[in-house]
């Protein structure tokens, strides 16, 4: 057996969580909150841009400042889902009994593998982001957009949507920490 394995099955041993947050429920709960939503947030919007792009595909060419916003915002939700799903994974399979120590260390592979993945698209989004940005800007400043004002009332059934999704993640990662503590569904 290998360092990392043995250092692992101790952790388990000692703790429902793994060893990064020290036997700490809430920091383990918070955390898997956080991640959870994120990947949740994150594969929504890239569902939206692809929605999107398809949608409008005879109306803006792929070189137009609507389609690369589009390809842009695309690139980094799927970097932050490809960050943040293998996590969730992993937090939610650590300690399990009936998950092999060889799926743990698949996930952990596939883990870091994705890390490697997520630059090309990180890139790509930025390199996006540099090119459109001075004609975002033009157009940001010209005199049309000087008229246009952002109505904040009608994006309240949207964002009413979003907070939903997010206080049920919470609950969710919530009762996994409290179910992790107790030993429950393991």
Do not use: Q
């Not at 994150?42 to 609507?66: E, K």
């Not at 980094?76 to 939610?92: H, I």
């Not at 005199?143 to 004002?149: A, C, D, G």
Request: net charge positive; proline share 6%; with cysteine.
């Amino acid at each position: 057996m290998n360092p990392a394995a043995t250092v692992n099955d101790i952790a388990r041993v000692l703790s429902p969580y793994p060893p990064s947050f020290g036997d700490d429920p809430w920091l383990y709960g918070g955390a898997l909150a956080a991640v959870l939503s994120i990947s949740v947030f994150a594969s929504i919007v890239f569902g939206w841009m692809i929605r999107d792009t398809w949608r409008f595909r005879f109306i803006d060419h792929p070189a137009s400042l609507a389609a690369l916003f589009r390809f842009m915002i695309g690139g980094v939700a799927l970097s932050t889902f490809v960050r943040s799903a293998p996590e969730v994974v992993y937090m939610t399979c650590f300690g399990d009994p009936n998950i092999s120590p060889v799926f743990i260390a698949r996930v952990l592979l596939i883990k870091r593998s994705l890390d490697t993945l997520a630059l090309p698209v990180v890139a790509l989004w930025m390199a996006i982001l540099v090119s459109i940005y001075p004609f975002v800007m033009l157009v940001l400043r010209s005199r049309i957009t000087h008229t246009l004002e952002v109505d904040l009332m009608s994006v309240w059934p949207r964002l009413g949507r979003a907070v939903l999704i997010f206080l049920v993640v919470v609950v969710i990662a919530v009762l996994m920490a409290v179910a992790k503590g107790y030993g429950i569904g393991g």
